[in-house]
């Protein structure tokens, strides 16, 4: 059933189109001329339409929070130094920052972020343990990298 009464928005639906629909449907819900049964019905679509936006975003915060998804394959990008690969990051959450994005690019943009901050993370803890192997095998304290450099 098709009717502008039906309370079910189609399954397809797009957030953004899901979105949008509502709105409109908010806007005919203000009109102070609009009958009480049209009311009633216009009520229950945009009822059924929040809960449908509600399950979509946390279908898109489940799939962005799953642990291990998201981080890059052993060995993937390892030749890339951290500079180019905070770049990218930079880049990936500048392009999160447009307010006209789609639900479906957000996802993507956050996945990716996610894997770049991983990417970052396991560099830094790389080169923090080469800094603390070659701390002990200098036979240094560990503590003060710049005590062994001559005056």
Do not use: W
């Amino acid at each position: 059933m098709s009717a502008a009464g039906d309370p079910a928005p189609p399954p397809e639906a797009t957030f953004e189109s899901l979105e949008a629909e509502l709105e409109q449907v908010t806007g005919r819900l203000e009109d102070a001329s609009v009958p009480l049964e049209e009311r009633l019905q216009l009520h229950a679509r945009a009822a059924a339409m929040h809960r449908r936006l509600e399950a979509l975003v946390e279908t898109a915060r489940q799939d962005t929070a799953e642990p291990g998804k998201n981080a890059a394959p052993e060995g993937q990008d390892a030749a890339e130094p951290y500079e180019k690969v905070r770049d990218r990051l930079g880049a990936v959450v500048n392009a999160l920052d447009a307010d006209d994005l789609p639900l479906a690019r957000v996802v993507e943009l956050h996945r990716e972020a996610q894997r770049l901050a991983a990417r970052c993370e396991a560099i830094l803890d790389g080169a923090q343990e080469a800094i603390r192997q070659a701390a002990a095998g200098a036979g240094g304290s560990g503590t003060d990298p710049d005590s062994d450099v001559p005056d």
